[in-house]
């Protein structure tokens, strides 16, 4: 069984900044790579942002320039330190852990609202 947790949600004002953790434990495969998606009221869940086990990353459009992702491979954390935040940012956000076998796991996420 794996499990992930995500934490750091918050409500904060528009301008602000915020830092997501987020880290995998239990019978973890290999990772490929882990990944924050997002999803605000009536909208389907989007990636946001992912890095692989190499340190590629790959970005929203929407949050290139104001979000960034890190990780700690051996402990199987995953951050994503949010700057300039606008209240489109909104939404639950999602912590993914793929394996090199593509199984993957998400968590139960942590809300982040964005008050203008």
């Known amino acids: 069984q794996v499990e992930v947790v995500e934490s750091g949600g918050d409500l904060v004002q528009a301008g602000g900044s915020l830092r997501l953790s987020c880290a995998a434990s239990g019978s973890i495969s290999n990772t490929y790579s882990m990944g924050w998606y997002r999803q605000a009221p009536g909208k389907e869940r989007e990636l946001v942002a992912d890095i692989t086990s190499g340190g590629s990353t790959k970005y929203a459009e929407s949050v290139k320039g104001r979000f960034t992702i890190s990780r700690d491979g051996a402990k199987n954390a995953v951050w994503l330190q949010m700057n300039s935040l606008k209240p489109e940012d909104t939404a639950v956000y999602y912590c993914?852990?793929?394996?090199?076998?593509?199984?993957?796991?998400w968590g139960q996420g942590t809300q982040v609202t964005v008050s203008s």
């Open positions: 993914k852990h793929t394996s090199i076998w593509g199984v993957y796991y």
